[in-house]
């Protein structure tokens, strides 16, 4: 049994591993920490964890971190940067679902975060967690950054047209729809019911932190520099990223084909058949993401339509399947919960 | 491995059928049918299912039923009614998750329902299926009638209170709201998001079907008739039925320990500690019904909170937790899914 | 034209007032005040309301509300009590869409409210502001305590019963629904979309605020005490009201007739055809409040039906009608607003 | 007095039409005609319209509407085509929600509509109503064309840019998504609530209706051909529609200054300071569309932002706005209600 813990469980990225880990067979959850809410019980705060984890918060001071295989950072951003170097020392392995780790160029990162990065030489040595690129290296790797949400969705899309270079890497587009989860479980205006709900709106359009996140991916990807534009809004939805790329083809190419062979044998990627739309709530609850790409009117624009559910594989699924992965584990392994429809 | 057949599939509880079915171990999905859709690919209709459930939807006339072990009614009234006869004949068990089975009294039943009922005999031999009211008749049964859902969450919440005899049984109030997937997956004007959405409303106030079944339900665990006023609405929900229970009580008594004695053991019936106000999503996917029990300012109305998920307690899941008991298995087999929350 | 100041008008009271006071023919908006958001353009805040306000936010220290006809107080609990009686001695009449004046019974308000009443004489004098029951008094006043959301939704539908004595005074049950906005528009975890959205859920059970003043209105109604048992919930809607009252009748009435002849010339009270079920986004954005009424089964259980929009008729729009009824303008000016469907 | 008819009242648009013309101070509403539901209350179908709308449903072949001013279609596609030219013969104007008038080039409107075009006179004579572009023509015409919603929201956005001629004309991106109104009143799976709540998806990316329309009205405004991909999407909201648009731009421009420029003196069409993030709420059940334009980092994609409400200023709005030109009225005139928010 693989020994967890879990730092910063009271947000919905925490409730959400719970819910996978108390699921997983391979799983002994040791320790969850919270700052503000320690001495509360788990089921207290989340009732729909009643009689399924029987865990008090514990304050991050007392908690014995270091008696776990591995912990996951459910924190603000800068909390794994501060807390890994410890846990590495004591051989325990890091999975960090914050953007600590994400971002290679310093620079960069602490131009879009606005802390300074105390951590370099773990910079270096982290594995950017997208199963689907770098899974040979998760598989060795002791620190491990869990990709953002939409980073997830719009790499993956992107991913088998930059790679077989196919498309003008000047001028990608990415307009991404989230539901309102993925602004998290703090008390905010813009997330009340009655400012999101039956509303849609953009916002960051001048810049997202994801861009950097993206952009270093896909470059990573190209071997070359990418132009994107990245525009997100908000969708009055709790779950789910809707992803829908536009790309302009530099040579003929058999997209469909091309989707279908870069991620054939991927256990969480689902390519649909030509012609298909997909929904969110056809992956919500599951680490799934389904991938649908169209030429519309046989023009040389290619529409690619990604669909994830932002906790799970644009969080703590995606965390879980890393874990598996580091751990020698199948990396379908507690992760085949079937999507909750209607 | 029990051989499962589902006779009509395309509606709500179908689909939930086939996605607990599909996670139970001891399950294998031999049919499905469907009369408007014969030929579909399941994962065709319900992305969800893709990679799932490889099945086709097969026309009624062709589907081999009688090979199965047991089979889930998924369907309008009447249809387990005229099919059961001859599946029961060849050995195969029936669970109808419509009423055709549901109320004894047959003219009642033809009240309400608006046709005739061809199968005294065998409504006289099938079992209620509320398993935390008839478990070991239920284990030795052919044919279980699956309670509705709005009839499983007002019994459950009035059971403890009925049987103990402590209120009065003649002004028994259930004011209970609905998700819509309780109105079905078919096409019509009320059920649409434009009209449910940011609405609230009751209906049936002058009599809902599900009115006589629990009356007969607490009748039997009175031991005398009950009076009951019940007032379902509709909320703009996708699951979840949330009950508000009135009754004046005749003697005095500590209800709470009551309720927690009365479940004790229960393994799908979570009495919440007193002062809570159980939520829908709390048990949202999952077949956990929680209660809390409350006594407004000390006086002599006690206010009892349900809830349960429609779709799971209040219909497939119960169905499966009743082919659990049918067939020997522990009653949790295939059903310890953690709610999805947010 | 009516000069008119709000005091604190940045929550959704406030800008429900503010939408409904700049379409009113008679009124001219002079100021408005907030602490927190002084200097910032009012239509920056609300965008809603772009190129129809050009106010901005002032400063409580600094805004002439003397030179008003008119102030409404949009604010927590308190703020009235405080600034009321300068504006009075300065001729400002006052009307407050908090509960500083609602209760009349000092101790009871200080218990519910937990703060110390410190304006006992203008309680005295204060009338509640709802027209159905006190039309004339409201017509004379100088300072009127606009009722509660529920409290006008539960006293209205019960009226009629109550004032005929022909119910049972001891046992009335008001189980309502509130849509969020009812909490408010401060960031508070509870109110956020991915916890209030596909929810439902029960609160304050053990006693809410408004108990008090429903009992009170419907003591004056009935002329003795009345024994009430009042659950609110929560809906995952924006706006709307909904109650569902229960009531045992104590003699034989033609429950219909009694309630068109209570409301009969009443613009903002629809009593709905025998066997309607109103629902609530028949009244959004309107100041109308519809009500239909029942006898499930011809029992001696009335069950009543009430609808209204929790920010017009529940609070803004009603503050309005009494505004008018105060100035001796047509009770119904600048209400006359269609609701929006859907 | 205008006196107004219209044909096919009980869909969506209808009701809008209803609410707006009901308030409209120079509109004598003569006569409304439905197919399924003559005789019909439209009270008894729209609630919120009790007490405000007394007329019935009246069979189409009874309709004295030869003795209206004008006559609204809000009718499937077709409708209009059959009715209007007796219409017109007898003095009346039409105004057509549908889309029977708007595509010039009847192959095109056959090969989108499926439906031969048997008034290729009237398609010529017919004005595009969208009163920002054709005002002049609009105050003269006899019939005219009312645009679709998302053929609204696009070309206002795009038209400043392709007016003036600085994008690249062939690479223009609509990323847009609507209400699920849009989709209309009709029974279908699709549009219930437990299919569109809590979900996101695209549709009809190989091809919508509204593609050929907007290409017609932006091939105007460039005197060329454009390129266009246009990609909707169905977001969980009852009402509104946000366009996000993306162009290169070809030349250096202040877009904030042209936009602001071009718009000028329009009432219905408010264009957002630099930065701004427009939200479909701020224009609910209002005639206005909200713009923002950026350029993200600085780079040559334009991205602009656009809002409306789908049933008014996308449907019932605009044709009551081009009602008001054609007879003279001040265009605002009916049109002024603040929206609704929250």
């Keep these: 049994m693989i020994k967890v813990g879990i730092v910063g469980g009271t947000g919905y990225?925490?409730?959400?591993?719970l819910r996978l880990l108390v699921q997983h067979p391979e799983v002994e959850l040791k320790v969850i920490t919270s700052r503000g809410d320690a001495g509360t019980a788990v089921a207290d705060m989340f009732p729909s964890l009643r009689g399924r984890v029987p865990l008090r918060f514990v304050d991050p001071q007392q908690a014995d971190l270091n008696a776990c295989d591995v912990v996951f950072f459910a924190t603000p951003h800068g909390v794994a940067m501060a807390q890994s170097p410890d846990l590495l020392a004591h051989g325990v392995k890091v999975i960090d679902l914050a953007a600590?780790?994400?971002i290679k160029d310093v620079a960069e990162f602490e131009k879009w975060y606005k802390i300074p990065h105390t951590e370099k030489a773990l910079l270096d040595e982290a594995v950017y967690g997208l199963p689907e690129m770098r899974r040979a290296e998760i598989a060795k790797a002791r620190i491990v950054a869990n990709p953002g949400c939409y980073a997830t969705a719009v790499q993956l899309g992107f991913l088998p047209l930059v790679e077989a270079g196919v498309v003008d890497?000047?001028?990608l587009i990415a307009d991404a729809a989230s539901g309102v989860s993925g602004a998290g479980r703090k008390a905010a205006v813009g997330s009340l019911f009655s400012e999101a709900s039956d509303n849609f709106k953009a916002y960051g359009v001048g810049g997202h932190r994801h861009l950097p996140e993206i952009r270093q991916g896909l470059a990573a990807a190209a071997g070359q520099q990418v132009g994107?534009?990245?525009?997100?809004?908000?969708?009055p939805a709790i779950r789910g990223i809707h992803a829908t790329l536009y790309a302009r083809l530099t040579r003929e190419v058999d997209?469909?084909?091309?989707?279908e062979k870069r991620f054939a044998g991927e256990s969480f990627v689902d390519v649909m058949p030509a012609g298909s739309t997909p929904d969110t709530r056809s992956v919500r609850a599951s680490n799934t993401c389904r991938i649908a790409v169209h030429r519309p009117q046989g023009g040389d624009t290619v529409v690619v339509l990604v669909v994830e559910d932002n906790l799970v594989k644009g969080a703590a699924g995606q965390a879980v399947q890393n874990m598996n992965l580091m751990f020698g584990l199948a990396e379908t392994t507690g992760l085949m919960q079937v999507p909750v429809l209607p």
């Design 228 to 235: 994107l534009t990245f525009v997100p809004h908000l969708t």
């Design 255 to 259: 997209v469909q084909a091309l989707y």
């Design 13 to 17: 990225t925490g409730v959400e591993l």
């Design 169 to 171: 890497l000047g001028s």
């Design 100 to 102: 600590d780790f994400r």
